[in-house]
């Protein structure tokens, strides 16, 4: 029986070493379970047990608001809810009853309310490229859409223009040139109140002091020939050399016209063309009547021509919209049947008269003079 054993005993033995070498998973879960045993037995685990807290005491809650505040306004958070520890442990009996027992609930401090923050209001961008109260010019358009506004006089060409009352602002200009001689310059300048057209004023200068302008192979006007103007006055020549074209008119423009600038098909110079849309690029209401005022002054040293253009709806004269100028209620042929557009006409006339004078000093104190002091033409005269 010992020797059987004995015998079972060895085997045993023999088969864990037989493993031992030939099962390396079989080694390696000896290892692992020798390992697991060895952490058992030097690092026993700590059970955790919960603690019975002492009859009437209470720990103090509190309450933070999760939501985060934002970059434009912090949000109020509710203020934090404690309570006040009871009194030392004891019978329930034994403890003294709150003040207040009816309160219950209410007695506890109240939650102070959030508070919603209010978004903020909303502003309108600025894409002006004017500075603030730019606008106060009486266009009613920004310093940088008007640009320089002229009133009393304007420089063309050495020549000093008056302009009737009001601020003009340079629309489009242009140069006047001839085939030999210096260039001049052509100026086109509105009227702008309140976003309207209210007058425009087209000006050609020119001067020439080798005194070669010559009316047949130069005129930028029909000249004194007109036949349409409803008021023509011709002036008398104070020069031997003067050219026959000097006079003065009151006539009617159909601005109606002015409306098609950006139809290339419609007939109309450019430099009419490049105001038209100037203006309605910047907002402004075009009327469709201008009677105006004509100004030519001519002599072989130097030639200025003028218009003077006035919106009726100044006065609060209006017309009718019409698709052409016979049409219009200022055609020669309408205008008798409207009392009030004669009287407006008669008014720019007494306005020519009174405003001629000035033009003609413009004229003539801008002629070339010559070293000596006299005027070129009459140094070079016979």
């Known amino acids: 029986m010992a020797n059987d054993s004995m015998a079972s005993g060895t085997g045993s033995l023999t088969t ?32 955790k047990t919960e603690t019975e807290l002492p009859d009437g005491t209470f720990p103090a809650p509190s309450y933070t608001s999760k939501v985060e505040p934002t970059l434009l306004e912090p949000v109020a958070q509710a203020a934090p809810v404690s309570a006040q520890p009871a009194a030392a442990a004891g019978p329930a009996s034994a403890r003294p009853a709150p003040s207040n027992a009816s309160a219950g609930p209410a007695a506890l401090p109240a939650a102070a309310p959030a508070v919603a923050a209010e978004p903020p209001s909303p502003k309108t961008a600025s894409l002006s490229l004017a500075p603030p109260g730019a606008a106060n010019n009486g266009s009613g358009l920004d310093d940088a859409l008007t640009g320089h506004l002229y009133s009393g006089t304007i420089a063309a060409a050495g020549y000093t223009v008056p302009l009737p009352d009001g601020k003009w602002a340079l629309l489009a ?28 004023a087209i000006i050609y200068a020119l001067k020439d002091p080798s005194a070669t302008i010559d009316a ?11 036949k349409t103007a409803s008021y023509l006055v011709k002036t008398a020549n104070d020069d031997d050399n003067a050219l026959p074209n000097n006079c003065w008119y009151v006539d009617m423009y159909f601005a109606g016209d002015m409306q098609r600038w950006a139809d290339k098909s419609f007939h109309m110079d450019n430099l009419t063309r490049a105001a038209a849309g100037d203006l309605a690029a910047k907002g402004v ?4 009547d201008l009677p105006y005022v004509h100004f030519l002054f001519g002599e072989k040293t130097g030639l200025l021509y003028a218009d003077f253009k006035f919106n009726p709806a100044a006065e609060g004269i209006n ?3 019409v698709p052409d ?3 219009s209620d200022w055609a020669p042929g309408n205008i008798a049947r409207h009392p009030e557009k004669v009287a407006f006409q008669a008014k720019l006339k007494a306005w020519g008269e009174s405003f001629y004078p000035r033009m003609r000093e413009a004229f003539k104190s801008g002629l070339p003079v010559a070293e000596t002091g006299a005027p070129a033409a009459a140094a070079s005269a016979p």
């Open 216 to 226: 047949k192979t130069f005129s930028v006007s029909p000249g004194c020939a007109r």
């Open 325 to 327: 100028f016979l049409d």
């Open 173 to 200: 200009n242009g140069r006047l040139t001839r085939k030999s001689g210096p260039p001049g310059v052509i100026f086109y300048l509105g009227k702008i109140e309140h976003k309207k057209l209210m007058g425009a």
């Open 16 to 47: 864990m070493k037989i493993l031992w070498r030939r099962a390396p998973a079989w080694r390696l879960a000896c290892m692992l379970a020798l390992l697991g045993s060895l952490c058992f037995v030097f690092f026993p685990p700590q059970w």
């Open 319 to 321: 017309s009718p919209v």
């Open 285 to 288: 209401e075009l009327p469709q």
